[in-house]
């Protein structure tokens, strides 16, 4: 969608790399999210950021790291990577923690072999 | 914690069917709830949301009730599409959380055929 994007969209790396996800927003939201969609489990939220430099943990979150210096940018690690990371990643924004649903990017699927 | 429970998948039917799809959920307090959509190669989008008890949402002719007594918010659509084909998530936002996040079902895939 037009005021969030994903990059890179596709990636394959091998195992023990460090990979880094990048997830842009042009709406000046204050909260941001990186879920990972799996078969079976849905989404499940790894972290999130309610400001620069303010972040936090979801539930799945062992083997990654976030960082949020500015605004629109918050980036999303994998400090070395595993076959268990393979997924689609999605980022979510939203204005405000009240009821308006969160926008998400298109995803960005990776692969680790 | 807080969940959401959505009825296995694929659901498929033909066009100008009658669409259910059950979702319940478990959660402290009064949770706010949403459907969102998932076309193929795409990211979610809000497909429409409820935020008290006995609302309905309703968007492109799906429609959802907030029932409290039942902890459900099931998606319905009274004449389906080949276009409607894609997973439908439900999911939650309570605020007894401390903080805004939302916590999805496993997702329903809808498969429409003509």
């Known amino acids: 969608d037009a005021g969030i994007t994903q990059s890179p969209r596709h990636k394959v790396t091998e195992t023990g790399t460090p990979v880094t996800l990048r997830c842009h927003q042009t709406?000046?939201?204050?909260?941001m999210y990186w879920y990972r969609q799996d078969p079976g489990h849905g989404l499940r939220l790894i972290h999130y950021?309610?400001?620069?430099?303010?972040?936090d943990k979801g539930e799945v979150s062992d083997g990654y790291s976030v960082s949020r210096s500015k605004t629109e940018d918050f980036l999303l690690t994998l400090e070395s990577a595993t076959s268990s990371q393979t997924s689609v990643y999605f980022c979510a924004i939203s204005e405000l923690q009240g009821d308006y649903g969160y926008t998400f990017g298109s995803g960005t699927r990776l692969t680790v072999v | 914690g807080d969940s959401v429970t959505q009825m296995e998948g694929p659901v498929t039917l033909s066009e100008e069917a009658f669409l259910t799809i059950n979702c319940t959920y478990t959660?402290?307090?009064?949770?706010?709830l949403f459907w969102y959509v998932q076309y193929p190669g795409e990211g979610l989008q809000l497909l429409l949301k409820?935020?008290?008890?006995?609302d309905k949402g309703s968007n492109k002719g799906f429609e959802a009730t907030y029932r409290k007594e039942t902890t459900s918010f099931h998606l319905e659509k009274g004449s389906v599409q080949v276009s409607d084909s894609a997973v439908y998530f439900c999911?939650?936002?309570?605020?007894?959380?401390?903080?805004?996040?939302?916590?999805f079902g496993t997702g329903t895939r809808l498969l429409v055929s003509p």
């Open positions: 950021s309610y400001g620069v430099k303010d972040t």
């Open positions: 959660a402290t307090g009064y949770p706010s």
């Open positions: 709406e000046n939201h204050r909260y």
């Open positions: 999911a939650l936002r309570s605020l007894n959380t401390g903080f805004q996040k939302l916590v």
């Open positions: 409820a935020t008290k008890a006995d």
